[in-house]
């Protein structure tokens, strides 16, 4: 027997998965919100996966947004995956300050986070050019 998708939240999630796997980020994007419509309060991993989805297709600053979902939805605000990724969004933004705390963040979680020391390392160069740049017009 087949099982509509209609009333299967996390149907709809898998199928999201292995759409972004497959590069089709913006139908995983439909899945990932079909999920959480039918069930908001669901699984956490509904706004984690869609906002990683829109995070590939450079929409930051609505990635940030469920990420900030998850975040006050779960109270999970020590989850590495969460913490690096919001950080890298924050960056993309211009936003050095807010990305570096994240991504210092990540590496206290998880102080053999590569990806994050590499990025850290990025975003405070950013931070103390655009200190420079603002000295140099003063």
């Known amino acids: 027997m087949c099982l509509s998708n209609r009333h299967h939240p996390a149907a709809y999630n898998n199928k999201g ?6 590069g089709r980020y913006h139908e995983a994007i439909s899945n990932y919100k ?9 699984d956490g991993s509904y706004y984690r996966n869609l906002a990683y989805s829109l995070q590939h ?4 600053s609505e990635a940030l947004q469920y ?13 590495v995956f969460v913490c690096f990724n919001k950080a890298y969004c ?5 936003e050095f300050k807010k990305a570096f705390s994240y ?4 590496i206290r979680l998880n102080p053999g986070h590569e990806k994050a020391k ?16 603002n000295v140099d017009k003063e």
């Open 17 to 22: 998965v292995i759409l972004h796997h497959l």
């Open 34 to 42: 079909r999920s959480i419509s039918l069930d908001p309060q669901g």
């Open 57 to 60: 297709i450079d929409q930051y």
């Open 67 to 79: 990420y900030d979902k998850y975040i006050s939805l779960y109270d999970d605000d020590d989850d």
């Open 90 to 94: 924050l960056e993309k933004l211009g």
């Open 103 to 106: 991504y210092a963040k990540t």
């Open 118 to 133: 590499e990025r850290l390392m990025i975003v405070s160069h950013n931070i103390r050019k655009a200190l420079g740049d």
